[in-house]
């Protein structure tokens, strides 16, 4: 599976310090993940999957890689698409 587009969303409000933007990774031109977070964590940027609350206060991954080579992919090419988007290049919500 190959990666072939990264769409960036603005996060609302500026209260959320962490939490630069949303995206959208579109893989082979036919399937869709909505919803990552890039997030500027103590270590530097990383991607967050999108989860679910549970019952017990836990998040879980509702989709995430099996392979600690995809999870570097997706990250590698979001934060790099983020690191050169222009602002007008991140659409609002």
Do not use: W
Request: net charge negative.
């Amino acid at each position: 599976m190959k990666i072939t587009d990264v769409r960036l969303r603005a996060v609302k409000g500026e209260n959320e310090l962490k939490l630069k933007a949303y995206a959208d990774v579109t893989f082979d031109e036919c399937f869709v993940i909505h919803g990552l977070k890039i997030i500027d964590g103590q270590k530097g940027m990383f991607v967050a999957m999108p989860s679910r609350k549970m019952p017990d206060g836990e998040y879980k991954d509702i989709v995430h890689p099996i392979t600690p080579e995809l999870r570097k992919e997706i990250t590698d090419t979001v934060i790099a698409k983020f690191n050169k988007a222009k602002p007008e290049e991140i659409t609002e919500e």
